[in-house]
């Protein structure tokens, strides 16, 4: 027998750096729209510049799932056909595992995206009643895709939260499978086109939009300005 030590299983190129990072952003910024959703917390001031910070991702990721690497283009995912043989795996228990996003995946992603920028919207517009609503949609298909992630994890037997941060899956897994075509070379500039775009948008609509709202927060419950001005100088 050899003493040669076993070699490193072969890795697949899965992910591209874009959708990487624009998926961990997006993490975040989803968690800290939270966190700061509370009028008096500490961080509500930053409530505002959090929402306009996701759309700008946003704007970001539906340019990239046009020029962005090979399993972040919405052609090569998204796919409804395959979704009706997709469940009926799930429910064999006979789960394939999948390069990029599997059928319920892709549906996920867009309703991630879509609640996402509903929320925004809602958010710029005023309708508080509606932005809660949609808001708390978000957060709880939020909690459905992680538990998804984690079951399909195990069925496929393979870690998917690793793969969006390293990229890559192994190729024991996808014993035919190929690493992806990276993204199109103009696809960088393309989405700092968007990117732009989108912060002069923000800051049409709001020229505050990336800045703290301590001020506004304040008048919102009149702390600031009007009566309590008056009181003062009495």
């Not at 309708?127 to 909690?143: F, K, M, P, R, S």
């Not at 968007?194 to 709202?213: K, N, S």
Request: one cysteine or more; hydrophobic letters at 50%; glycine letters at 8%.
């Amino acid at each position: 027998m050899s003493d040669t030590p076993n070699a490193s299983p072969r890795l697949i190129k899965v992910w591209d750096p874009g959708v990487r990072i624009f998926h961990w952003l997006l993490v975040i910024a989803i968690a800290l729209s939270f966190l700061s959703s509370e009028e008096e917390g500490a961080f509500s001031a930053w409530h505002i510049p959090i929402g306009w910070v996701a759309a700008l991702l946003i704007a970001f990721r539906l340019v990239w799932g046009f020029v962005g690497g090979e399993h972040a283009r919405f052609i090569n995912f998204v796919r409804p056909s395959r979704i009706i043989q997709h469940v009926r795996h799930l429910l064999s228990g006979k789960v394939a595992p999948t390069m990029g996003h599997n059928p319920l995946g892709a549906v996920a992603v867009l309703a991630l995206l879509g609640l996402t920028a509903a929320t925004v919207v809602t958010g710029v517009s005023g309708g508080e009643d509606a932005h809660e609503a949609i808001a708390y949609a978000l957060l709880g298909l939020v909690g459905v895709h992680i538990a998804a992630v984690l079951l399909m994890s195990l069925l496929a037997r393979e870690n998917l939260i690793l793969a969006m941060v390293t990229g890559r899956k192994r190729a024991e897994r996808h014993p035919d499978a190929r690493d992806a075509r990276p993204p199109a070379r103009l696809a960088a500039p393309a989405a700092a086109i968007a990117v732009g775009a989108a912060v002069y948008g923000a800051i049409l609509v709001d020229p505050q939009a990336f800045t703290p709202h301590a001020d506004d927060e304040a008048r919102e419950r009149g702390e600031v300005g009007g009566e309590e001005t008056e009181c003062d100088d009495d």
